[in-house]
């Protein structure tokens, strides 16, 4: 392929294009500016012939120059490469309790002059809603941004709090349009956003199709809405609502820690959930002891409790009172590696 732009004295081949006139050395740059002709492509017989013969592999050779193409069998590599991004990043877990959600992310210490509690990495959205993101911290701040004023609009328009799940709807939507276009590349990040959403009693719910007396604008005596929310939202902007929710490099082992709380039955407190929380972190860093780390956590309660429904970070001293008992934990699992290790073997017993 080449440009009949790059020599000026080149004729453009466009059907029916007017005739250029010769041009001095100031006006040759502005005409190739102002006259689109002048950058006609020639694509050879030959080039088209190579990318009809990509080979389908599973390597992406190919298909993943550009965000707007998929490969024959229907992968969009881009988008995959930033889910790469994701699973190199700092593990990130979200933990929704009968009384509030609990964020929490490892922060690794790269550098010893790093000011501790710098460089946030969970941000408050809207008064009652908090983000956490793992991957690539920049793209974590856009997407804060871009929360913030989806939060701010929707106060805007409809006079009151946005929900959690129409943030993550909004935001899902937010990522899915990077995932369309050759111009722009794919977040590489995945975030878990929790709120509490209000409980009250609406005096109109707005649902269809609910039953027979229900229509648009209908109601539901003594239905109520809101509680705690947590929803995850992938790269591709494809968005979940969780009980537990786990992202980042750990998140293997993290999701089966989560697995092990039954979370689905919304008994747990807000309280242990820190305390799971802190332990959860710390058990899926031991795979990477070499490194340092530092643990940020917020919360959201319910109006009764602590945070009276707003998104705040947890208190200094039941941090780390939770930090501790995470300690504890992993101690006690180190000791009882040790006893099993020093147990003899049956093959050794019946020896002796």
Request: with cysteine.
């Amino acid at each position: 392929m080449c440009l009949s732009a790059l020599n000026p004295d080149t004729r453009a081949i466009v059907p029916g294009a007017p005739k250029v006139q010769q041009t001095t050395e100031l006006q040759r740059p502005l005409q190739i500016l102002i006259h689109p002709q002048l950058l006609t492509l020639r694509t050879s017989q030959s080039t088209l012939e190579h990318h009809a013969n990509l080979p389908q592999t599973s390597i992406g050779t190919g298909y993943d120059l550009t965000n707007s193409v998929f490969s024959p069998d229907g992968r969009n590599f881009q988008v995959e490469y930033a889910v790469k991004a994701v699973e190199n990043g700092g593990t990130s877990i979200g933990i929704r309790c009968k009384d509030g959600v609990v964020l929490a992310v490892e922060k690794i210490i790269t550098s010893k002059l790093l000011k501790a509690g710098a460089n946030k990495r969970i941000a408050t959205i809207d008064r009652h809603v908090g983000a956490v993101s793992s991957g690539l911290v920049p793209d974590g701040r856009h997407f804060v941004s871009r929360a913030r004023d989806e939060a701010a609009s929707w106060r805007s328009t409809y006079k009151t709090p946005i929900t959690t799940k129409d943030l993550a709807s909004r935001m899902g939507g937010y990522l899915q349009a990077y995932t369309l276009y050759s111009s722009v590349r794919p977040f590489g990040i995945t975030a878990i956003v929790g709120g509490w959403d209000s409980e009250l009693e609406l005096p109109v719910d707005g649902q269809v199709g609910s039953g027979p007396s229900i229509g648009s604008g209908g109601k539901v005596e003594g239905k109520t809405y809101g509680g705690p929310g947590l929803y995850m939202i992938e790269p591709s902007g494809m968005y979940w609502g969780y009980y537990g929710a786990a992202t980042g490099k750990g998140r293997q082992t993290a999701k089966a820690e989560l697995e092990k709380l039954d979370l689905a039955a919304l008994k747990l407190s807000l309280q242990d959930g820190v305390k799971e929380a802190a332990r959860i972190i710390y058990v899926a860093h031991a795979d990477n002891k070499d490194k340092e780390f530092e643990l940020e956590m917020t919360w959201i309660s319910n109006l009764d409790g602590p945070t009276k429904g707003r998104h705040q970070e947890v208190p200094k001293d039941i941090l780390e009172e939770a930090e501790n008992l995470a300690k504890k934990y992993l101690e006690g699992e180190d000791d009882e590696e040790t006893k099993d290790d020093d147990k003899p073997a049956e093959g050794d017993k019946m020896e002796e």
